[in-house]
């Protein structure tokens, strides 16, 4: 009885991470450049001395979807976005490269280049400084220039470049801070990488699928629940008949 309860619990233990993992892509439905993440479990026979007659649930190796989001146009000069195939590349606390779809950029008071979220933008020779400036535009190579206070209007000059890659997206692995990592080696500066200003990618998480994945997994959940439940009850009654 015993083997049944754990059957039953594994299950339900599998439907709790998937729940979560499912609520957390709801959640991050409006968050710009979100990819929403998999939950993913396989049925696992026992195998030993006798034949593997009892089947468990078992962790793999949870996944990212990688798939682009709509751009959606915000007209700011310093929101990016990739458009098609690759990443933006910035730096992270540890002073690791991580990457990112989408981003508005900001200057801050010591003219570093930041995300939102507060994270150096690479150039070329790493995290970017922007001279004081009047106006700051991002081409379509990511090549970041800037009009000098008091120039010409028309005089424009390049500051650096943003380190834009295309890695195999078998390489790349989400972390819990939201980032994308590259397994190995950074991937070197991909020249066909484009970028596009004025614009933001939205979240490629579909409320619709993701609510469906909710509803059934509560009910699968509920399913295993009432399992316990039933191995329970019969324990009890077994050790009725057993007593008299």
């Known amino acids: ?16 991470a998937a729940l979560q993992a499912h609520s957390n892509n709801l959640a991050n439905i409006s968050t710009t450049g979100f990819q929403r993440d998999f939950a993913q479990a396989r049925s696992m026979p026992v195998f030993g001395e ?31 976005a990739v458009n098609g195939e690759g990443w933006i590349a910035v730096q992270t606390p540890e002073g690791g490269e991580a990457y990112v779809r989408t981003g508005r950029l900001n200057i801050d008071a010591l003219g570093m280049l930041r995300t939102a979220d507060g994270f150096p933008v690479l150039g070329n020779g790493g995290p970017i400084a922007v001279p004081p400036e009047e106006k700051v535009e991002v081409g379509l190579d990511g090549t970041v220039s800037i009009r000098i206070l008091g120039e010409d209007p028309n005089l424009l000059v390049t500051v650096d470049r943003l380190k834009l890659v295309k890695p195999e997206l078998s390489q790349l692995k989400k972390g819990t801070d939201g980032l994308i990592r590259a397994e190995g080696a950074p991937p ?38 009432k399992m316990m439940r039933t191995a329970e009850e019969d324990s009890r009654a077994m050790a009725r008949i057993l007593q008299s």
């Open 50 to 80: 006798t034949l593997p007659a009892r089947v468990y649930a078992m962790t793999e190796r949870p996944g990212t979807d990688f798939s682009p989001g709509v751009l959606q146009e915000t007209g700011r000069d310093l929101d990016v």
């Open 188 to 225: 070197p500066v991909d020249a066909q990488v484009q970028i596009v200003s004025g614009f933001l990618e939205a979240s490629n998480v579909s409320a619709v699928d993701e609510m469906t994945s909710i509803l059934a997994l509560s009910r699968q959940f509920e399913l295993n629940v």
């Open 1 to 16: 009885m015993d083997k049944f309860v754990y059957i039953a619990m594994t299950g339900a233990r599998q439907n709790a």
